[in-house]
């Protein structure tokens, strides 16, 4: 009986701890009365990953992320990292732990530049028939948004400017965070648009979420040892549920239906952004 009652008090205390982000009945202690704590109390304040504000944040989100973000749009912005500075913190570290478990990576390219040294883009741009012939300059297209993986390809100027330009924002993975952010920071918008959130409450949640995706992400590139590097639209969706639920207070039905209107708009933005990029690459090959 004991146990039980222990074991429903811890379930009962983690609840609260989860609506409130602290017990009311714990008194914090000060730093220093006991052990060495005061050896290396600061030292690690102005290491983003280290800090307290970090480690509370990464901390809040795993285990109450609803209720972070409810309390940062609130208004308590001096526990957390910003939204923004979280999203690149964690992909920066999922980026770095991935490219160092993942060699699939490399392979995909060279099968890739096998492809690419087939015809040189300049003399299939110039031949009269390239109207009609759509799959070279598709391929050509595709190979001006990476040409700092086809370095054989760059023959110009501007190309090599380019490549420098795509091996910088590549390296740093900041077109994957940043096209993400910005999809589902509107996706939400239009989903949450009866609720009247504010589109600036939904940028700082889409922001979180996507840092709650990249911690699934890196335990599946560390559980799978670099061979997966994404995770289940189905995990993606419990997650946002749980989101929906806790930070806006809604019902699970309401909840589960937000998620999903959410994910629609999420596909559909997705699928203009890539028609209106295909058209800029097309564009761009065709007039070269």
């Known amino acids: 009986m004991k146990k039980r009652h222990s074991i429903k008090a811890y ?7 989860q609506k409130l982000g602290f017990i009311p009945w714990k008194t914090k202690t000060k730093g220093g009365s006991k052990g060495g704590g005061s050896f290396y109390k600061g030292a690690f304040d102005s290491i983003p990953f280290l800090n307290r504000d970090a480690k509370r944040t990464f901390q809040h989100l795993l285990l109450r992320p609803g209720y972070m973000i409810r309390d940062y749009i609130k208004g308590d912005h001096e526990n957390y990292l910003a939204p923004l500075t979280s999203l690149i913190i964690f992909y920066a570290f999922f980026a770095l732990v991935s490219s160092v ?16 040294t087939e015809y040189e883009p300049a003399d299939s ?40 330009l795509e091996d910088t924002l590549r390296s740093q993975g900041i077109p994957l965070f940043l096209g993400q952010f910005f999809l589902l920071w509107f996706a939400m918008a239009l989903a949450l648009r009866r609720l009247k959130v504010k589109m600036s409450a939904c940028a700082a ?34 997650l946002l549920i749980i989101d929906y639920r806790q930070w806006l207070g809604l019902p699970w039905k309401k909840s589960i239906g937000r998620a999903i209107s959410t994910g629609i708009w999420f596909g559909v933005l997705f699928g203009v952004a890539m028609m209106l990029i295909s058209l800029l690459v097309l564009l761009i090959a065709f007039f070269q």
């Open 11 to 17: 379930i009962r205390a983690f609840v609260i701890w």
């Open 205 to 238: 949640a889409s922001a979180y979420v996507l840092c709650q995706f990249s911690f699934f992400m890196l335990f599946a590139v560390l559980l799978t040892w670099g061979r997966s590097t994404s995770i289940s639209t189905l995990l993606m969706l419990a």
């Open 101 to 116: 478990l993942q060699p699939v990576q490399h392979e995909k390219r060279d099968i890739f530049r096998e492809i690419s």
């Open 125 to 164: 741009l110039s031949r009269p028939d390239m109207i009609v012939d759509v799959a070279r300059i598709v391929r050509t297209g595709y190979l001006y948004l990476h040409l700092d993986e086809y370095p054989e390809a760059v023959h110009t100027q501007w190309e090599s400017s380019l490549a420098a």
